[in-house]
């Protein structure tokens, strides 16, 4: 079983749409989690950090569930712009070594 | 400028042939990592540093050999390519506390 597991997709959605992933990971351990936005072709970019208490960036929503290990973004009103593979990852207990999932593509479209 | 480059972005080699992936970062960080990407594996760990003196393994470190030169500059090798080490190579570096990792632009290397 992978460590870090996530639905690779595509998810085509229209402008306007909201959408949702998920990624569960397997570490219970786990201290640290994020996104991160990684363009075709492009290096990786961090989108968010995600907190137990749940954390809000414009129309991006990332919450943790720790009991069940799964860490969920939800992007409201897509853009175009949005198009792009989201990276979930999972930091160990130091918060210094990270495991990435291998992302879920989204592609919205007009 | 990049705060992480790598050199070169793309190289076409040969089976066999030695090849270095250089880094270098402006950031001030100690900590610089190399993650190789394969379609629908996600990024693993080839090898990281977290200064000058110090080299670990990460998941994926066989055929594969790195070298910490100065805080700024970390080199990745493959001593005898093979083409199954055809990839996306990434180089990245991070603080000393907290997982906010920064990633260089890639660097595309197809072994024929």
């Known amino acids: 079983r992978k460590e870090v597991e996530q639905d690779p997709g595509p998810f085509n959605v229209p402008e306007g749409a909201t959408v949702a992933f998920n990624c569960t990971y397997s570490?219970?351990?786990?201290?640290?989690f994020f996104w991160y936005r990684q363009d075709c072709r492009k290096e990786p970019k961090l989108l968010m950090s995600v907190y137990s208490s749940g954390n809000e960036d414009g129309r991006f929503t990332a919450q943790l569930n720790r009991a069940s290990q799964y860490i969920s973004l939800l992007i409201r009103d897509s853009k175009l712009s949005d198009s792009a593979t989201y990276l979930c990852v999972v930091g160990n207990n130091a918060g210094n070594m990270l495991t990435f999932g291998g992302g879920t593509r989204l592609m919205v479209k007009p | 400028d990049a705060d992480v480059t790598q050199t070169p972005r793309n190289r076409i080699t040969k089976t066999g042939k030695r090849i270095m992936l250089e880094c270098s970062q402006t950031k001030g960080h100690d900590r610089m990592y190399w993650y190789r990407q394969d379609p629908g594996l996600g990024l693993r760990l080839i090898y990281y540093?977290?200064?000058?003196?110090?080299?670990n393994k990460g998941e994926i470190s066989d055929g594969y050999s790195v070298s910490r030169q100065a805080q700024a500059k970390f080199s990745l090798s493959l001593e005898s390519a093979i083409p199954n080490q055809t990839a996306l190579y990434f180089c990245?570096?991070?603080?000393?506390?907290?997982?906010?990792?920064?990633f260089g632009e890639g660097s595309r290397l197809t072994v024929l």
């Open positions: 570490n219970s351990a786990s201290q640290s």
């Open positions: 540093s977290f200064d000058v003196k110090d080299i």
């Open positions: 990245a570096t991070s603080e000393s506390l907290g997982g906010k990792v920064f």
